[in-house]
């Protein structure tokens, strides 16, 4: 039965299972038409901006190359291994603490904080089953459909705080950077905190609560952000994610939908505020 409904799932054309999966997401029918809202314009930009290099940007391997010639390879998180199966990889040659990831899809990662306690089958289950789907059938992520499916290690890093790595992640607008939010507290009790180009706390949550700690403004702020406009130049929409370490920036991920679209704001203006920063294409 599960097959069944997988099969069916590919079947569905993209303009109708995105109306049927916002429905059902968002609880009200999707706007394709004249779109307005955050959400809604994403799922437009799924189904009309297709461009080829959009692949090579989402794809954790091949992203490399295109951060390294676009603003640096000092920007890139030191590669330990790049495998097709998961069988290939030779855990002796790998430091006691790293990050796998798959690099075709979201939530394929193991981190490995202390390889002689590593479940080598529990990480190798995880990994199998990533490497057998195609995220692009989930959400209708175009960029995805097409990756070739392998698995990356990486060093593992922490910042000042010496227990995790907080994600920086800039929403940017044809080059423009209007908003980011902070990831902190991982695997523990993750919390998004929203912030404005001026580092002022908006008032508005999205999938997790605000943070109870107070943030402050990362060392090389400014730095995030200029780096950020060179990588959303001429995109109408696409979120730029760092790590930053003492003011060293690292780069972490390119994402084309947030939460694919499909996650509510509280309160949700803020859908139409974010909305409103997205020119799609045809109305440019």
Known sequence: MQNLKSAIKTWIPDKVYLKLLFQHRMGKKLNLENPTTYNEKLQWLKLYDRKPEYTEMVDKHEVRKYIGETIGEEYLIPLLGVYNSFDEIDFSTLPDQFVMKCTHDSGGLVICKDKSKLDIEAARNKINISLSRNY?????????????????????????????????????????????????????????????????????????????????KPVGFDDMIRLARILSKLIPHIRVDFYNINGKIY??????????????????????????????????
Request: glycine fraction near 6%.
């Open 136 to 216: 692009y059938y989930h959400g209708r992520e175009w960029p995805y459909k097409n990756i070739k499916p392998r698995i990356i290690c990486e060093k593992y890093m922490v910042d000042e705080s010496g227990v995790e790595l907080k994600d920086y992640k800039f929403f940017c607008f044809d080059g423009e950077p209007k908003a980011l939010f902070i990831a902190t507290d991982r695997g523990i009790d993750t919390r998004f905190d929203f912030f404005d180009m001026e580092f002022n706390h908006l008032p508005f949550w999205q999938h997790y609560k605000n943070g109870v700690k107070k943030i402050n």
């Open 251 to 284: 780069f972490g991920e390119l994402t084309f939908y947030h939460f694919s679209g499909l996650e509510k704001f509280y309160p949700d203006k803020y859908d139409e505020i974010f909305g409103n920063w997205i020119i799609i294409p045809s109305k440019k």
